[in-house]
């Protein structure tokens, strides 16, 4: 009963959002690197903050700093989606989120000196990586209810970690965003205040589970996006390329805007392949080494991306020359 109140509360602060949002232009706007081609609602993934705000007057008790933290960075990246802030500035709140959780969760206690700054370049990068692959319809809420969904899994039945409210209360914000996203012309897009906090509550997840005597071959729970994102941030390197400057050759991109598949397939595909990865880190984890199980998912993810992405970006790079138009360079 509580659940279905929470639902509803949820759903219907949502429809008060886009109200506010079409009030004051909270909007969305196509351009050359957009995967859209109509004017949205932006910042829907507020209502994942309300989850998180909510989970935590719930089971106050620990949850605290992480949800004040994550309040802090997903306030800063709604901002963002309302008026452009610097980079610096958003990197910096980030930082300092993470920092807030490390405390919180004993890292700077626990973990050797030296470990403490590529940590907090993987948190970072996670996060930002959870943001650039907020492209298309679907892809973040469904990408999430999967890895929360997991991380749910492990929770109940493996190792507990977190109230499971801190799970599934997100969960159910996934269900209600996805309701108005997951459509072929959505109706809302999640912003970086969705994916970014999104980003941070499965960042503060996954290392809760690691500290709690959890393998961090739990990290695979990210398997897809990871690659994607490691990848293609690797390729616009080699390119000589802004990393930080939209684009449109993620794999997921590709698939979308070029090759011409439905967002709801492309997004489908990465939120089935990611519970498949998931499955298998669940029943294999215990009975083989993180080391091992990464080699068995990762290798096989690299060399797809690496022989299929370049066979696309010659086939839209022919395609766009046959049409005239200007052609994605490999």
Not at 72 to 79: E, K, Q, R, T
Not at 131 to 148: A, E, Q
Not at 244 to 260: C, D, S, Y
Request: with cysteine; aromatic share 14%; proline share 3%.
């Amino acid at each position: 009963m509580v659940y279905l109140l929470v639902f509803v509360f949820l759903f219907i602060s949502l429809m008060v959002y886009f109200r506010i949002a079409l009030h004051y232009r909270i909007i969305d706007k196509p351009n050359d690197r957009s995967s859209h081609r109509s004017f949205t609602i932006r910042g829907a993934g507020i209502i994942f903050l309300l989850a998180f705000l909510l989970a935590w007057g719930m089971h106050y008790q620990g949850n605290t700093l992480p949800t004040m933290a994550a309040v802090l960075i997903g306030g800063v990246s709604f901002v963002d989606d309302r008026i452009s802030l610097s980079r610096r500035l958003r990197i910096l709140v980030q930082v300092l989120a993470v920092g807030i959780l490390f405390y919180k969760l004993g890292v700077f206690d626990i973990c050797p000196a030296w470990s403490i700054l590529p940590m907090f370049i993987l948190a970072v990068g996670i996060i930002n990586a959870y943001n650039f692959m907020d492209g298309i319809n679907g892809i973040t809420g469904l990408y999430s209810l999967i890895v929360l969904g997991s991380l749910q899994y492990v929770n109940i039945y493996l190792t507990h970690f977190v109230h499971p409210d801190m799970i599934w209360l997100p969960i159910l914000a996934c269900i209600v965003f996805l309701y108005f996203n997951f459509r072929i012309k959505a109706k809302c897009f999640a912003g970086d205040v969705g994916s970014i906090s999104m980003a941070f509550w499965v960042v503060f997840l996954i290392l809760k589970l690691v500290m709690s005597g959890g393998s961090w071959g739990y990290v695979l729970f990210l398997a897809v996006y990871g690659i994607d994102s490691v990848l293609t941030i690797s390729h616009r390197l080699l390119r000589k390329e802004n990393i930080f400057e939209p684009h449109r050759i993620h794999f997921f991109q590709l698939l979308a805007n070029e090759v011409g598949w439905t967002h709801l397939t492309v997004s489908s595909i990465y939120a089935g392949l990611q519970l498949i990865i998931s499955a298998l880190v669940i029943l294999l984890l215990p009975v083989m080494h993180a080391y091992w199980l990464a080699l068995i998912i990762l290798l096989p993810l690299v060399a797809f991306y690496l022989i299929v992405k370049p066979r696309l970006m010659r086939l839209v790079q022919c395609s766009s020359s046959t049409n005239g138009s200007e052609p994605v360079s490999v």
